[in-house]
């Protein structure tokens, strides 16, 4: 089950800090900050989807991702892929050099990028 946008940026935040506390978490926002009764629930939500967990201290939870960031955003980039682009990472990468404001310099990089992973396989 994926992330709503605001679990995202929640995620986000505990990748950074690696283990925090809710009010750890909160300090993170920019005003105004969430209520901490929603990072509460955001932070059940998430813990039922199986993206974090929490160790009990005192009357306190020390929140913890399990999965990883990397992890996460390779599932999202192969399903933007599969629904969106008829599963052809081709397809994908067509539509990224094309239709995003890459320089010359960014395109000249990614094709080392891409020449880098043709000479791994």
Known sequence: MPLSKTEEELMNILW???KAFLKDLLEQYGDPKPA??????????????????YNSIGRSREYYPLVKKKEYFSKQVNGLIKNF?????????????????????????????????????
């Open 36 to 53: 901490t009764t929603t990072i509460a629930t955001l932070l059940k939500r998430m813990a039922d989807k199986g993206f974090v967990a």
């Open 85 to 121: 682009f008829n599963d052809s990472p081709t397809q994908f990468a067509s539509f990224f050099t094309q239709s995003t404001d890459l320089t010359k310099s960014e395109l000249e990089d990614l094709k080392k990028l891409i020449d880098q992973e043709i000479k791994r396989k």
């Open 16 to 18: 950074k800090q690696k």
